[in-house]
């Protein structure tokens, strides 16, 4: 699989996962992590430990010396800036669409429920599932869960 990046230290990572029998979720129940959380280290949008790399560079196959000296950089992640708005990937964009579409109903039903505030982006997981109906269409599930 291709991804399109900005960033040097998410391309080593993603072409030594392509070279790999590895799915996120394996480098995540390695780490501790769901496999979105691995996904969103790999692009630099999620920071990680030393040992968190370390663990990656290991089952990669990658020198752990190189992995530490090039990729330290996404133990901080600059989160958000690689975003295009709006973004022209077709599923991103879908994704967008749908917070465009239900955000204000998002935020009036969040705030009946909860009162006042915000739901944290920082204390937050998110997880995706694949359903399939009993016509046998597959439908995604992504399901969000932040701290109010």
């Not at 990658?62 to 709006?86: C, F, I, K, T, W």
Request: charged fraction near 25%; aromatic fraction near 10%; glycine fraction near 6%.
């Amino acid at each position: 699989m291709s991804y399109t990046v900005k960033s040097s230290c998410s391309n080593i990572l993603l072409d030594a996962k392509e070279s790999s029998a590895f799915t996120f979720q394996h480098i995540g129940d390695a780490i501790k992590r769901n496999e979105v959380g691995v996904a969103a280290i790999f692009f630099g949008q999620a920071a990680a430990s030393r040992d968190d790399f370390r663990t990656i560079a290991s089952m990669l196959g990658m020198p752990q010396e190189d992995v530490l000296a090039n990729l330290v950089s996404l133990e901080y992640p600059n989160r958000g800036q690689e975003a295009e708005m709006p973004p022209r990937e077709p599923l991103i964009y879908r994704l967008y669409e749908i917070v465009q579409t239900y955000g204000r109903a998002y935020k009036a039903v969040l705030n009946e429920k909860f009162g006042d505030g915000i739901m944290s982006a920082i204390a937050f997981s998110t997880t995706v599932e694949k359903e399939t109906d009993k016509d046998g269409a597959q439908w995604a599930v992504i399901t969000m869960r932040g701290k109010w």
